[in-house]
Nanobody
Framework: QVQLVESGGGLVQAGGSLRLSCATS????????MGWFRQAPGKEREFVAF????????YYGDSVKGRFTISRDNAKNTVFLQMNSLKPEDTAVYYC????????????????WGQGTQVTVSS
């Protein structure tokens, strides 16, 4: 069993920055691709970013390219999402996700989910 625990969410003004963390425990996920999805009220869950287990490959959703950066520290079993130039439309619950086979999984392909952390960007 794998547990994913997010932290770092909060309230920030537009143009500001936040850094999300996802700590993993239980069965090792060092060989898993890791990443983030988000879900705003009334909207479907959206792909944000994913990183391969070696950290050599990254994917970003079009709406966050150039503003968000994903990274991971396998020694600490943690994945990060640095979010800069935040916009009100980035407001959502951000979910950490892990996938064993697919570096760019769909929502249905995700093997493990965290419980989510709220990010609110005020205008």
């Amino acid at each position: 069993q794998v547990q994913l625990v997010e932290s770092g969410g909060g309230l920030v003004q537009a143009g500001g920055s936040l850094r999300l963390s996802c700590a993993t425990s239980g069965r090792t996920v060092s060989r898993y691709a890791m990443g983030w999805f988000r879900q705003a009220p009334g909207k479907e869950r959206e792909f944000v970013a994913f990183i391969s287990w070696s950290a050599g490959i990254t994917y970003y959703g079009d709406s966050v390219k150039g503003r968000f950066t994903i990274s991971r520290d396998n020694a600490k079993n943690t994945v990060f999402l640095q979010m800069n130039s935040l916009k009100p439309e980035d407001t959502a619950v951000y979910y950490c996700a892990a996938n064993r086979l697919n570096i760019r999984p769909t929502e249905a392909q995700v093997d493990y989910w965290g419980q989510g952390t709220q990010v609110t960007v005020s205008s």
